[in-house]
């Protein structure tokens, strides 16, 4: 089986640590591929980092040439672009977000979102309502450490999601879901702390990625999904003729 990780920013280094994560996670004989847009933000945090993230996205997917892939995971926590995706593509498309919420409704009543800055939450709570799985989000809490400020410090960073963990589990979270995919890794050490079960969307999505594929599944032609309609689209400032 093969699965392509689609990083939302260019920043390569990043798109190796989700990689590593997406590995650890998935099963002897899964493949993980890690695909990083040649063009878009280098860290998305905003409104406006999101929307190009997920156009550079698609078109990183609409011009993917390497081995046929089983399974799409996309790692951005709140970013846009899953319907589309799921419209472009042909294989199972998994958001490491909703894979995160869907995976910490089943192990308690009540979650909560530790994330980055504090401008992201707002996009996170609405990818959870679009994905129907905010009625059990207690809380989205900011670090106020940016995206490309996680891997610099890693102590901070652990400091940094234990006191906002700490407020979420006031606001009554019983599971905590690392807001980022660039926090992967943190989900061991911090449950074992915190008390709590800890879930990384990354290795999340794997692994219902792999099973949507061993089940024969993916996403339905019927209605919302459909394929995209067959027209003119330029992507991209149109050259010169």
């Given at each position: 089986?093969?699965?392509?990780?689609?990083?939302?920013?260019?920043?390569?280094?990043?798109?190796?640590?989700?990689?590593?994560?997406?590995?650890?996670?998935?099963?002897?004989?899964?493949?993980?591929?890690?695909?990083?847009?040649?063009?878009?933000?280098?860290?998305?945090?905003?409104?406006?980092?999101?929307?190009?993230?997920?156009?550079?996205?698609?078109?990183?997917?609409?011009?993917?040439?390497?081995?046929?892939?089983?399974?799409?995971?996309?790692?951005?926590?709140?970013?846009?672009?899953?319907?589309?995706?799921?419209?472009?593509?042909?294989?199972?498309?998994?958001?490491?977000?909703?894979?995160?919420?869907?995976?910490?409704?089943?192990?308690?009543?009540?979650?909560?979102?530790?994330?980055?800055?504090?401008?992201?939450?707002?996009?996170?709570?609405?990818?959870?309502?679009?994905a129907r799985v905010a009625?059990?989000?207690?809380?989205?809490?900011?670090?106020?450490?940016?995206?490309?400020?996680?891997?610099?410090?890693?102590?901070r960073t652990e400091s940094?999601?234990?006191?906002?963990?700490?407020?979420?589990?006031?606001?009554?979270?019983?599971?905590?879901?690392?807001?980022?995919?660039?926090?992967?890794?943190?989900?061991?050490?911090?449950?074992?702390?915190?008390?709590?079960?800890?879930?990384?969307?990354?290795?999340?999505?794997?692994?219902?990625?792999?099973?949507?594929?061993?089940?024969?599944?993916?996403?339905?032609?019927?209605?919302?999904?459909?394929?995209?309609?067959?027209?003119?689209?330029?992507?991209?400032?149109?050259?010169?003729?």
């Amino acid at each position: 089986m093969r699965i392509v990780v689609t990083n939302c920013n260019t920043t390569p280094e990043m798109t190796e640590e989700i990689v590593q994560g997406a590995r650890s996670a998935a099963a002897p004989g899964t493949t993980v591929t890690g695909l990083t847009p040649v063009w878009g933000p280098e860290s998305a945090e905003g409104w406006l980092d999101s929307h190009l993230s997920a156009a550079a996205v698609l078109d990183t997917l609409r011009t993917y040439d390497g081995p046929p892939y089983d399974a799409v995971v996309m790692a951005g926590f709140g970013e846009h672009g899953r319907e589309g995706v799921r419209e472009l593509v042909d294989a199972p498309v998994v958001d490491i977000t909703e894979a995160a919420a869907h995976l910490a409704c089943l192990l308690g009543r009540r979650y909560g979102v530790v994330t980055t800055l504090d401008r992201s939450r707002g996009q996170i709570e609405d990818s959870l309502e679009t994905a129907r799985v905010a009625r059990n989000c207690a809380a989205v809490l900011g670090t106020g450490l940016a995206v490309l400020d996680l891997a610099t410090d890693p102590a901070r960073t652990e400091s940094a999601f234990l006191t906002a963990a700490e407020r979420a589990r006031a606001a009554g979270a019983e599971v905590l879901v690392l807001g980022c995919a660039g926090m992967t890794g943190l989900q061991r050490t911090l449950s074992e702390k915190l008390r709590l079960p800890v879930v990384d969307g990354v290795g999340a999505a794997v692994k219902l990625a792999e099973s949507l594929v061993t089940l024969n599944l993916t996403t339905s032609r019927a209605g919302s999904y459909a394929r995209p309609l067959p027209k003119r689209r330029v992507w991209g400032r149109p050259q010169p003729t």
